[in-house]
Structures are given as structure tokens and as C-alpha cells.
């Protein structure tokens, strides 16, 4: 894992890193659109991931809340890495997201 670049919004730490697949959960349940992520796949396989999925990352694990069509695209490629733009957060703010 390479930390690419940080920037400090709304006076939190954010970092952008290519995280495995694996140690992302996933918490919320979400039916994709299957052209959407048949459209991405073929976008990434020609130039790559462009945009990073938004990611929390709480006591050491990381969740998932956005990009849902990106990660199945890279998921389905067989990505063994995803690009992640990552801010650490504690667990009320993960229980804030999962309402």
C-alpha cells in the first residue's frame, strides 16, 4: 500500500491509497446497474480507475459507502487492489452511516 497524496478537508485527515479488495466490507446492501458496471469495467481495463471510491476507515477496518459500481467493476476484473481516498473516523460516525 502506497499513500499517493494527503489533504486535509473539514479538518480531517484524508489519504488516497490503493487498498486490497478483501479488506473492504461492504455493510450496506446495493443492487447495481449491471450496463453501468459492464460499462466501467471496460473503461478500467482501457485507462485504469480514474475516480477512488470514498472509504472509512475505522479501528484499523475499512467500510465502504460509495462507489458501489466502481468496486464490483474492479471486483469482477479482478482487481486485487481498489484506489481509495480514506478518512479515518471513529465508530460514531461509522454507526451514523450505517442508519
Known amino acids: 500500500m502506497s499513500i ?7 479538518n480531517a485527515v484524508m489519504r488516497i491509497e490503493d487498498l486490497p479488495i478483501d479488506r473492504i466490507r461492504r455493510p450496506l446492501p ?5 450496463a453501468k458496471v459492464a460499462a466501467l469495467m471496460e473503461s478500467i481495463r482501457q485507462i485504469g480507475q480514474q475516480e477512488p471510491i470514498d472509504v ?3 479501528e484499523g477496518e ?3 459507502f460509495s462507489g458501489c459500481h466502481r468496486y464490483e467493476a474492479c471486483q469482477r476484473l479482478g482487481l486485487p487492489t481498489i484506489r481509495c481516498k480514506i478518512r479515518r473516523a471513529p465508530r460514531s460516525v461509522l454507526r ?3 442508519a
Request: proline share 10%; net charge neutral; aromatic share 14%.
Open 56 to 58: 472509512l476507515e475505522v
Open 96 to 98: 451514523m452511516h450505517m
Open 4 to 10: 499517493l497524496k494527503e489533504v486535509k478537508p473539514f
Open 62 to 64: 475499512y467500510y465502504g
Open 30 to 34: 446495493r443492487s447495481n446497474d449491471p
